[in-house]
């Protein structure tokens, strides 16, 4: 089937570690995002990728990283330089970045600092 | 700054009791407008998306409609299993391609 996956579902970091969620799709798209969803907020975007090789900061890049060396992977990585990474992570994919398209969703990784 | 506001934040209907959710927004201009569902601790599901005032979009017992400063999600006859949390969001013709979204409405239809 068709979508994005998202790896793990839930994760524990201990304090000063970095952690790197994965996220594949197989719908051929070229662009992909990040979003962080706390409660009582809206989603807020992280990073965003156009195309293979490049992306670009969003909302809320400090204390993350992300890497796009492949069109079907675009992963993730919770630095240890970011002072509140518990949330909950979407992934997600549109065919192109053109305003017109369409945004889909994984299913989501939980993070959790103990 | 493109801004979204959803009302009311949560919502609790009866099965059957027809009510609607807000969407009010701010934007430079307008490229679409977003409706998804989200269940707990699941990424958001696309429902809909409407382009230019005057646009309606069906499905099941949801009903969207857009105007030039809001949209509203009209939920006809609601069963448990509309339950969820809806979020509206926004593309603008200016900034980042990708979307502003609003806090969400959370919908309990109780049987």
């Known amino acids: 089937d068709g979508g994005i996956t998202q790896s793990p579902k839930y994760l524990f970091r201990k304090e000063g570690q970095n952690v790197t969620l994965s996220c594949e799709q197989n719908?051929?798209?070229?662009?992909m995002y990040w979003y962080r969803q706390d409660p009582g907020q809206g989603l807020r975007l992280i990073y965003y990728?156009?195309?293979?090789?490049?992306?670009q900061k969003g909302d809320i890049a400090e204390g993350y990283s992300v890497s796009r060396e492949k069109k079907e992977s675009f992963p993730l990585t919770v630095t240890s330089a970011q002072k509140n990474p518990t949330a909950f992570y979407l992934c997600?994919?549109?065919?192109?970045?053109?305003?017109?398209?369409?945004?889909?969703f994984g299913e989501g990784s939980w993070l959790t600092v103990v | 700054e493109d801004q979204v506001t959803q009302s009311p934040e949560a919502l609790r209907l009866q099965e059957g009791e027809s009510s609607s959710l807000n969407c009010s927004y701010t934007?430079?201009?307008?490229?679409?407008l977003f409706w998804y569902r989200q269940d707990p601790g699941k990424g958001p599901e696309f429902l809909f998306t409407?382009?230019?005032a005057g646009e309606e979009k069906e499905k099941e017992r949801l009903k969207a409609t857009l105007t030039k400063k809001e949209s509203f999600l009209h939920i006809t006859a609601p069963k448990p299993e509309d339950s969820a949390t809806y979020l509206c969001?926004?593309?603008?013709?200016?900034?980042?391609?990708?979307?502003?979204f609003g806090k969400g409405t959370m919908l309990l239809v109780s049987p």
């Open positions: 997600a994919s549109s065919r192109t970045a053109l305003l017109g398209n369409t945004i889909y």
């Open positions: 719908l051929n798209h070229d662009a």
């Open positions: 990728s156009q195309i293979v090789n490049d992306f």
């Open positions: 934007v430079s201009g307008l490229r679409g």
């Open positions: 409407l382009y230019s």
């Open positions: 969001a926004v593309k603008a013709t200016s900034g980042y391609s990708t979307l502003t």
